[in-house]
Nanobody, 124 residues
Framework: QLQASGGGLVQPGDSLTLACEAS??????????IGWFRQAPGKEAEGVSC????????QNVDSVKGRFTISRDNAKKTAWLQMNSLKPEDTATYYC?????????????????WGQGTLVTVSS
């Protein structure tokens, strides 16, 4: 019910926007907080950005503050992760996740639905 897309190979300093689209008539998107997580090879997954169900106060992990922006359009059932000034250490598979909640969290167990992941590779 969640489809993540937009990954690819980019150079350091480039920008990329990931999309997370919800599908299914029973998925009331504005009831769900959205989180973006990433997992680099050989590393544990980490929360990157999250946004409450109605938008508003977002959260970003320190390593992406000032570079990544999460947003959503509930009418389109879509959330985005705008990534600027990408660095090689941003290379990972990125996953979006949804939790039936008002606020968001970086705790993976908080989320019920997960997208399939989209690979972002930052390399010169």
């Amino acid at each position: 019910q969640l489809q993540a897309s937009g990954g690819g190979l980019v150079q350091p300093g480039d920008s990329l926007t990931l999309a997370c689209e919800a599908s299914g008539s029973g998925f009331t998107f504005d009831h769900f907080a959205i989180g973006w997580f990433r997992q680099a090879p050989g590393k544990e997954a980490e929360g990157v950005s999250c946004i409450p169900n109605s938008g508003g106060l977002t959260q970003n992990v320190d390593s992406v503050k000032g570079r990544f922006t999460i947003s959503r359009d509930n009418a389109k059932k879509t959330a985005w992760l705008q990534m600027n000034s990408l660095k090689p250490e941003d290379t990972a598979t990125y996953y979006c996740a949804a939790a039936r909640a008002i606020s968001c969290s970086f705790w993976r167990e908080f989320y019920t639905y997960w997208g399939q992941g989209t690979l972002v590779t930052v390399s010169s």
